[in-house]
């Protein structure tokens, strides 16, 4: 059985020069909720679109259960979506913009008030079929949006960043909700997100974007645990990257040697040669104080934040590189002084040498700053 | 807080609401008596003509008295054609016979005559009493109609212009329409009605396109294109109908070009012609219709056309369904202003039409600059601005209510 959706080395300009989409290839298989996760500018939305078939690829090809789509239009392809500001049609009520898509493929009416209704329902709308959608919340409209999406129980439904309207309470609930009817219906979900906690919690696999072209595909696990990339480290969940040269290789560890001479052991993200400057890469949860851990280096604290359910630390290290640690309350010891000297710990396997910055085979900007 | 400190605030809060309400009215006074002066005033003066009746009352003041207090049947006693001859035979010095006579021929035909002549003749003291002397002037002063006539115009306020304006009259019997080959005004209400719908129509056809196109266009190009839509608007109004003429006449543009190609062995007559009326109109009025579109059609983003693609509904569709109904605030704005400038539209149909073309406004010319009757000029501006009025009142329910809607 093909792939629900395929996209066979798809290139994307707009103006003829700059490729917003470059040489995309992507399987996706059937049921599956798959995210499109990148900074703003990555090419998510031209990539969605071009699913959709509001753009034409201008090289590649995008099938749907193994059938090209060059050919057919936007309203044949029995896709559902969901626009970032919902596009609900001002000018009709709840219940005629959920009709809207049965309505165009001549569903008889008798039939059209019962299927409008049990979407509603799924979506908790019901009894607000008769209003404007000026007259809904945000969150409404957004359910209004998910129901229009799904009341023509398409195979494949495409979310273009639905939530990026709402609140942070209201965004997680949604995305509860959202990941429920996945469930409950088991469509093909297509989600694009710039919102990295969101692209973890809800999908099953994400492709991270940068520059138009995809440079992680994996599991939320694979991505955080990981990452084949600094830019991937580096965007999804929080980080703290080491500068070094790599200085011995064995097998899949590395010996790593840090700007200020004392050498840590890595595991190597990638396949880099001996004498290649690379990126450490640690997640501030796998850091420790005082254990017993196959790295040790000596750090002054900066400062410490106490969060109720963990502590960070911020430390500074001889080289004048920052760090910081996650701890459990359980885990920090007392007392903590800012200025005191203390030895930080961590497992090579927590440790990853990833390219270092402008020697990546793609030029990956800065997430920080593009976030 | 105790009920005496409430007031004192509730005093306090509506001294210094009232001060700032002052100075907002201070901000727009100038307007409303700008308003007031150039609008309202001379709104109010055209009004008050359609129904006012003052020359019998001028000219003849103690016959209007008595000729209102006379109950209509057969003919009015000696006292009124006492009062009547003596004031008339003073009122053969001044302007005000003059207003009269013209005043009551408007009633019957042949009126003007019997009054100056019989105002010219008269010269007290009557040894055979007032009415002899006036019957042997004329004999109709013997009869009922005039009497009926003057009767009516007696009364300090006369529906007569207004019925006028409708092809109605007053006669014994009540109101009743005028004999058919004296209705004019009907017919060239209903001309008017009928061309303002066309160009309407005409301006909608051809301006819908233009706006989506214009809505469409990428912001330099909609900007070249929004300069030629208004150009017209720069162009003086003569120079454009001028501009229609040569293009229009026997040998015009149009006409060489058919007759050279060989497509119509005579001219057409394009000019002086209903067509002529309503190309130039649509031309001069369809910046209204474009103007008014376009913003609408800009305010309507383009996502609501792809989300109604992904959905299902093909082009016409989505077009139809989606795009058509949220236009609908625009076309009835333009289509409104359209109409209502063109029921008033003057110039136009007199210099590119025909005799069977004019509409409403040549009539109303016609009574001002041509015979200086007031009131009839007055009533039938009335009459256009009640049409406009009931459009105005019709268009602000169906868009108040929702009523026009297509999806
Ligand atoms: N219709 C368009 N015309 C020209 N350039 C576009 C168009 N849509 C997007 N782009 C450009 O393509 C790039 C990728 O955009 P987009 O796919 O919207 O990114 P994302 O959804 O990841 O934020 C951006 O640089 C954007 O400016
Ligand atoms: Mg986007």
Known sequence: ?371 | MAADETAALRRRLMRAERRARLRAFALVAPLLAFLAFTFAVPLASMLWRAVADPELGTALPRTAALLRAWNGSGLPDEAVFAAAAEELAHAAQDKAAGLLAKRLNYEEPGYRTLILKTANRLSPPFAQGARAAMEAIDPRWGERPIWLAMRRAAAPLTGFYLLAALDLQQGEGGVTAVPAERAIFRIVLWRTLGIAAATTAACLALGFPVALLLARAPPRRAGLLMLLVLLPFWTPLLVRIAAWIVLLQEHGVINDTLTGLGLTRQPLPLLYSRSAVLIAMTHVLLPYMILPLYSVMRSIPPVYLRAAASLGAPPFAAFRRVFLPQCLPGIGAGSLLVFILAIGYYITPALVGGAADQMISSQIAFYTIGTANWGMAAALSAVLLAATLILYAAYARMAGTGGLRLG
Do not use: W
Request: aromatic letters at 4%.
């Open chain 1, 1 to 371: 059985m093909p792939p629900h959706v395929e996209f066979i080395g798809v290139e994307k300009t707009y103006d003829g020069r700059t490729l917003v989409v470059r040489n995309l290839d992507l399987a996706i298989a059937r049921g599956e909720f798959l995210t499109l996760l990148g900074p703003s500018g990555s090419g998510k939305t031209t990539s969605l679109t071009m699913l959709a078939g509001f753009e034409t690829p201008t090289r590649g090809e995008i099938r749907l259960d193994g059938r090209s789509l060059l050919r057919a239009p936007p309203y044949r392809r029995n896709i559902g979506m969901v626009f970032q500001n919902y596009a609900l049609f001002p000018h009709m009520t709840v219940a005629e913009n959920v009709a809207f898509p049965l309505s165009v493929r001549r569903v008889t009416r008798g039939d059209i008030g019962p299927r409008v209704r049990r979407v509603l329902e799924m979506v908790r709308l019901e009894g607000l079929g008769e209003r404007h959608p000026a007259q809904l919340s945000g969150g409404q409209q957004q359910r209004v949006a998910l129901a229009r999406a799904l009341v023509f129980s398409p195979a494949l439904v495409l979310m273009d960043e639905p939530l990026g309207a709402l609140d942070k309470q209201l965004r997680e609930h949604m995305q509860f909700e959202i990941k429920a009817i996945h469930r409950q219906l088991g469509v093909t979900v297509v989600y694009v997100t710039h919102d990295q906690g969101e692209a973890l919690t809800m999908s099953d696999r994400i492709a991270v974007f940068s520059q138009g072209a995809i440079q992680q595909i994996g599991t939320p696990t694979e991505l955080y645990d990981a990452p084949a990339s600094a830019f991937v480290a580096q965007f999804i969940g929080e980080n703290n990257r080491l500068a070094g040269v790599i200085e011995a290789i064995d097998g899949p560890r590395c010996r790593v040697r840090l700007a200020d001479g004392s050498t840590v052991s890595a595991t190597r993200g990638l396949d880099l040669p001996r004498g290649a400057a690379c990126t450490l890469s640690i997640r501030p949860e796998r850091l420790h104080l005082g254990l017993a851990a196959e790295n040790r280096l000596a750090a002054r604290l900066a400062d410490v934040t106490f969060h109720g359910d963990h502590v960070r630390l911020r430390v500074v290290l001889a080289e004048a590189a920052e760090l910081v640690i996650k701890l459990g309350p359980r885990a920090a010891p007392h007392p903590l002084t800012p200025g005191q000297t203390v030895e930080l710990g961590f497992d090579s396997r927590d440790c990853r040498a990833l390219d270092a910055p402008g020697t990546a085979t793609i030029d990956s900007a800065d997430p920080a700053a593009l976030q």
